[in-house]
């Protein structure tokens, strides 16, 4: 039986770099989860939320929080969800922050907010901090990448 040349040479890679392989794969999968949707912002007042009424110590001292839109929103179940969220682009070229990607917990629910968001219908809308620390603040919505922690 004569051996196929090609698969002796696919057996004598390293094993670093199927390792390597491996995990860059793994890495493409598991970006892969994100989502794409909108973010607007909202100011204050930020209380009472849907989440925790008026209880600020729910809160990230960084202030990077959001309201879910209805799409994420889960019957109150998106409650203190943590959501990966990067700029990827904005009615106005050059507004996001390159490379800059947030955390932000949900608070609130956008449609019940007591602040109005500057957009309706975003997947996320983010307090002024968070949208701030991702692109400029001028812009009134940004098409972003969020992912579910």
């Given at each position: 039986?004569?051996?196929?040349?090609?698969?002796?040479?696919?057996?004598?890679?390293?094993?670093?770099?199927?390792?390597?392989?491996?995990?860059?794969?793994?890495?493409?999968?598991?970006?892969?989860?994100?989502?794409?949707?909108?973010?607007?912002?909202?100011?204050?007042?930020?209380?009472?939320?849907?989440?925790?009424?008026?209880?600020?110590?729910?809160?990230?001292?960084?202030?990077?929080?959001?309201?879910?839109?209805?799409?994420?929103?889960?019957?109150?179940?998106?409650?203190?969800?943590?959501?990966?969220?990067?700029?990827?682009?904005?009615?106005?070229?050059?507004?996001?922050?390159?490379?800059?990607?947030?955390?932000?917990?949900?608070?609130?629910?956008?449609?019940?907010?007591?602040?109005?968001?500057?957009?309706?219908?975003?997947?996320?809308v983010?307090?002024?901090?968070?949208?701030?620390?991702?692109?400029?603040?001028?812009?009134?919505?940004?098409?972003v990448?969020?992912?579910q922690?």
């Amino acid at each position: 039986m004569r051996s196929n040349p090609r698969l002796d040479q696919m057996s004598m890679v390293k094993p670093e770099l199927r390792l390597l392989t491996c995990l860059l794969l793994f890495l493409l999968c598991r970006l892969s989860r994100a989502d794409i949707g909108t973010a607007s912002r909202y100011s204050p007042p930020y209380t009472p939320t849907a989440c925790y009424g008026n209880d600020y110590t729910e809160f990230p001292t960084s202030n990077l929080f959001a309201a879910a839109g209805e799409g994420i929103w889960d019957n109150g179940a998106a409650c203190g969800r943590q959501y990966l969220v990067r700029c990827i682009s904005a009615p106005v070229r050059s507004s996001c922050v390159p490379g800059q990607t947030i955390q932000v917990k949900i608070v609130d629910r956008a449609q019940t907010s007591a602040s109005r968001p500057s957009r309706y219908g975003s997947s996320l809308v983010l307090s002024d901090t968070a949208f701030s620390a991702i692109a400029n603040p001028a812009v009134h919505y940004l098409n972003v990448e969020y992912q579910q922690l």
